[in-house]
C-alpha cells in the first residue's frame, strides 16, 4: 500500500466513533459456530469488529490494519 492509501483509510477512520457496537460480519459468526476457540489472523482488520468478537467468543486474534487509527480506536 502506498502513502496515499494509508492517508485514506486513516481519514475514512477518523470519522467514526469508538463507541460503535461491536458488529461481526454473519458469514463470519456462521462459520465459527460449533468449533472450538483456536488461534486466527484477520488482515485488513479495519476497526476490528470481527477480532473483537472472536477474543470475546475465546480466541486468540491477531488483527493487522493499514491504518494506525483504525487499530487504535
Known amino acids: 500500500m502506498t502513502q496515499s492509501d494509508r492517508e ?3 481519514a475514512k477512520y477518523a470519522a467514526k466513533s469508538a463507541t460503535q457496537p461491536v458488529c461481526p460480519d ?3 459468526m456462521k462459520h ?3 468449533r472450538s476457540p483456536g488461534a486466527a489472523l ?3 482488520c479495519g476497526l476490528g ?3 473483537i468478537w472472536l477474543a470475546q ?3 486468540s486474534v491477531d488483527a493487522v490494519d493499514v491504518s494506525s487509527v483504525g487499530l487504535h480506536l
Open 8 to 10: 485514506r483509510w486513516d
Open 26 to 28: 454473519e458469514w463470519l
Open 32 to 34: 465459527v459456530e460449533g
Open 42 to 44: 484477520e488482515l485488513a
Open 49 to 51: 469488529h470481527n477480532s
Open 57 to 59: 467468543q475465546g480466541w
